[in-house]
């Protein structure tokens, strides 16, 4: 029966400079040339990954956290948040002073014209700060916004039932619709394909991928994961400047135990 493997972005395919070891992608062509799907799952948006998805020859891909899901560069499921939440936690940032960024599958645009926060965060990821445009959810679907705190959360967490805020980074929570999650978008690409969860492993290192490393048939967490993320894994790898991926892959079955490693 044919297999397929999850991939997280940063943490697990790229390492803290954003650097792709060249064991994992060496390691990836291997699965595809044995026959194994492979496929990214990110909380980050279809633009933000476009050249990872060239380099590594995958066109399947869960992005916003389970809230877009492409199979074979075909749109599967897509679930937008309520225009009218996102309306209504604006209003209670505007009274915080915190910042927004609302992303779609384009692009991503912010409420705040400059923020130590959102340029700190997304500086993480080698992104620019975002043009500024506050209505930019209105008329638009909107996957995923990042709200910008460190404090007052309650707030939120308290009056926004219908949203689910998942941590990513000292200075940002990632907002999606309420139970949306990369395993949310994983069953829908794999209903697609018919295959059974069994035959389904995914690789991650954060917070926000929990629920996929539960739901799938094996979870491997990556050395430099979150301590509670290791606790919900199947499978404990090294770290990912470790080749940690290569090594996962290997205790799995799913890759040869001669596969070297690229130095």
């Known amino acids: 029966m044919r297999k397929i493997v999850f991939f997280d972005i940063d943490g697990t395919l790229l390492d803290e400079e954003k650097n792709l070891p060249a064991s994992a992608k060496e390691a990836i062509h291997t699965l595809q040339k044995n026959g194994i799907y492979t496929a990214i799952a990110t909380g980050r948006a279809p633009f933000m990954i476009s050249s990872l998805l060239e380099e590594l020859n995958i066109d399947s891909y869960v992005c916003f956290n389970g809230q877009y899901v492409v199979f074979e560069n075909k749109l599967i499921y897509a679930n937008p948040i309520n225009t009218g939440i996102l309306e209504s936690i604006q209003q209670t940032a505007d009274k915080h002073g915190h910042a927004l960024v609302y992303m779609n599958e384009l692009t991503l645009k912010t409420n705040t014209k400059h923020n130590d926060r959102i340029q700190k965060s997304l500086g993480t990821l080698k992104m620019a700060y975002p043009q500024y445009d506050p209505e930019f959810f ?110 996962g892959l290997k205790e799995v079955g799913l890759l040869a135990g001669s596969f070297e490693t690229i130095e």
């Open 138 to 247: 209105i008329d638009r679907d909107i996957y995923q916004a990042l709200l910008f705190t460190k404090e007052n959360e309650a707030d939120y967490l308290s009056n926004f039932d219908d949203v689910s805020f998942i941590r990513w980074h000292e200075y940002s929570l990632d907002i999606v619709p309420k139970g949306g999650s990369k395993a949310r978008g994983i069953e829908e690409l794999i209903g697609r394909l018919g295959m059974d969860m069994n035959e389904v492993y995914a690789f991650g290192d954060g917070l926000n991928d929990i629920e996929m490393l539960q739901e799938v048939g094996t979870g491997v967490a990556m050395g430099n994961a979150h301590d509670i993320v290791k606790e919900h894994a199947d499978i404990v790898t090294t770290n990912v400047e470790h080749d940690g991926l290569v090594k």
